[in-house]
C-alpha cells in the first residue's frame, strides 16, 4: 500500500444517545466556532479523506446544524442501541477507500500531523495505531480488506475483539498529541476540557516523538467501539 496512490476514508460515528451529557456531544462547542463534529471532520478533510458520519439519536438536528454537510456523507444507523459497533458497521458499508479510520465523536482534539503519521505507517499491518505517553488512542486506522471482520463479526463479538485477534499486525505510533486520549463523557469532562482547550498551546502542529514504533503488546489495543 503505497500513501501517495492510497484513498482514506474516515468513519466518525455520533449515533449515540449521549445520556450521560445531556446533549448530543457532536454539537458540543469545540471552541472557534466549530463543534466536535466539524473539528473532527475538518481535520480529516484536510488530511485529504471522505469523510462518513453515522448518525442515530438526533440525526436530522445533528445533520443540520453540520457546516460541513456538504463536504461529508451522513449514514443512519436505524437502532444505535444495538452498541458501537453497530455504527461501526454502518460506516464501513458506505465507505469506499483503501484504508479507513474510526474514532467516536467525542474525541475531538486529534491533530493533522497524528493523521498524516498514521499514513505513513500503516503500510504492511492491518491497523495503525496512535499512542502518546504509553497509552494508546483514537483514531484508529485500518486496511479495508479487514472490514469484513467487523461486518460478518459474530453477536456479542466487540471491536477491540477484532483488533486483539490482529495484533501481530498492529502498528503503535507514538505521538506528541494529546488529542488522541480524549475521551468526553459528561458535562464535568467537557468543561475540563475546555478549560485545557483554551489554555493549551494549539495542537494542530504537534509532531510524533518517534517515527518507528511497532508495539504487540495486548495492553496498547485501545478502548475501540463495542
Known amino acids: 500500500m503505497t500513501r501517495g496512490t492510497t484513498s482514506f476514508a474516515a468513519v466518525i460515528l455520533a449515533a449515540g444517545a449521549s445520556s450521560r451529557m445531556g446533549a448530543p456531544k457532536a454539537l458540543l462547542d469545540a471552541g472557534a466556532g466549530e463543534s466536535f463534529l466539524d473539528r473532527l471532520a475538518g481535520v480529516f478533510l484536510d488530511a485529504g479523506c471522505s469523510v462518513y458520519v453515522v448518525l442515530g439519536e438526533d440525526a436530522a438536528a445533528i445533520a443540520r446544524a453540520s457546516r460541513c454537510g456538504s463536504q461529508i456523507a451522513f449514514v443512519l444507523n436505524p437502532d ?73 463479526a459474530a453477536e456479542g463479538t466487540t ?33 475540563q476540557w475546555r478549560g485545557n482547550a483554551l489554555n493549551a498551546k494549539t495542537r494542530a502542529d504537534a509532531k510524533p516523538r518517534r517515527r518507528n514504533s511497532v508495539r504487540d503488546e495486548d495492553s496498547l489495543i485501545p478502548p475501540l467501539p463495542d
Open 80 to 152: 444505535p442501541s444495538r452498541g458501537q459497533l453497530s455504527s461501526l458497521q454502518c460506516g464501513l458499508r458506505a465507505a469506499v477507500a483503501d484504508a479507513i479510520y474510526f474514532t467516536p465523536v467525542d474525541a475531538p482534539g486529534v491533530s493533522l500531523a497524528t493523521i498524516a503519521e498514521l499514513k505513513d505507517f500503516l503500510a504492511g499491518k492491518d491497523f495503525a495505531i496512535p499512542i502518546y505517553e504509553g497509552k494508546r488512542g483514537h483514531p484508529v486506522l485500518m486496511r479495508a480488506e479487514v472490514a469484513p471482520e467487523f461486518l460478518n
Open 159 to 191: 471491536a477491540r475483539d477484532i483488533v486483539h485477534a490482529r495484533r501481530a499486525s498492529t502498528r503503535f505510533v507514538e505521538v506528541a498529541d494529546a488529542g488522541i486520549l480524549d475521551d468526553i463523557d459528561d458535562p464535568a469532562g467537557y468543561a
